[in-house]
């Protein structure tokens, strides 16, 4: 299984940006799928954007859509989540996860086989 590690998180004012990196080991990244989700406390880890192998294919969560940004770079084996217009509700632990396959993308949880430690995102009003 590929080892991920999140990093980016931290204090924004709602309106503001921030970019959420994934690194992965191995030598197979291309082959993954790869998600983004987060959990608030005391909420379940809910969906928020997928991208496919060749990052040709995404998926968002309605929530996030026209505001957050999945893109992932094969050759430095890290997928990205740009967040803008970030919003009090947006406030989570975000995870990364990934999967070895051929299809396109996920949006369950679980259908990810390896996860990140996941990075605090908190957006102040």
């Known amino acids: 299984q590929v080892q991920l590690a999140e990093s980016g998180g931290g204090l924004v004012q709602a309106g503001g940006s921030l970019r959420l990196s994934c690194a992965a080991s191995g030598r197979t990244f291309s082959t993954y799928a790869l998600g983004w989700f987060r959990q608030a406390p005391g909420n379940e880890r809910e969906f928020v954007a997928a991208?496919?192998?060749?990052?040709?294919?995404?998926s968002y969560a309605d929530s996030v859509k026209g505001r957050f940004t999945i893109s992932r770079d094969n050759a430095k084996n890290t997928v990205y989540l740009q967040m803008n217009s970030l919003k009090p509700e947006d406030t989570a632990v975000y995870y990364c996860?990934?999967?070895?396959?051929?299809?396109?993308?996920?949006?369950?949880?679980?259908?990810?086989?390896?996860w990140g430690q996941g990075t605090q995102v908190t957006v102040s009003s």
């Open positions: 991208i496919s192998r060749s990052g040709g294919l995404t």
């Open positions: 996860a990934a999967r070895d396959t051929y299809n396109n993308y996920y949006r369950a949880s679980g259908q990810y086989s390896s």
